[in-house]
């Protein structure tokens, strides 16, 4: 009997070890993202000033939702694709800096990426993406 238990009591450890090390977690927020091509000046947060733009051009512009009355200016992102139409993602997340508000009304994703930034997550620069974002 007590072997018995022993035997169910170590297939659930199994099963749930398994489970975590398969799952994707979530711990951000959901969105969706899409590129968007130069020019990238002037913008909301910096006007024409190159300095406003991080190395390797990894920064974007936000919609609504996350502009927060100009607020979101110089905040970092870490972005992670999940999705999309024909499996546009590549492994991995991106940092990436808050410079410019999304002028498109609607804007067509919850975060437009520089065309860098973009490339980082996905394999199809024209694509618009599902991911996961989280403020660090």
Not at 61 to 68: I, K, N, R
Not at 117 to 124: E, G, I, K, M
Request: net charge positive; with cysteine.
């Amino acid at each position: 009997m007590l072997m018995g238990k022993l035997l169910v009591i170590r297939r659930s450890i199994f099963v749930l070890i398994l489970l975590l090390c398969t799952a994707q977690l979530v711990f951000g927020d959901i969105g969706t993202a899409s590129s968007y091509a130069p020019p990238y000046t002037p913008t909301k947060c910096g006007g024409n000033r190159e300095d406003q733009f991080p190395e390797g051009n990894l920064f974007v512009a936000v919609s609504e939702v996350l502009w927060d009355n100009g607020a979101a200016c110089g905040r970092r992102y870490r972005l992670r694709c999940l999705s999309g139409r024909n499996k546009p993602c590549r492994r991995g997340t991106v940092d990436v800096r808050v410079v410019d508000f999304c002028s498109k009304t609607p804007c067509p994703s919850t975060i437009l990426m520089s065309n860098d930034a973009f490339a980082t997550l996905s394999r199809s620069p024209h694509a618009k993406i599902n991911i996961e974002y989280i403020q660090i």
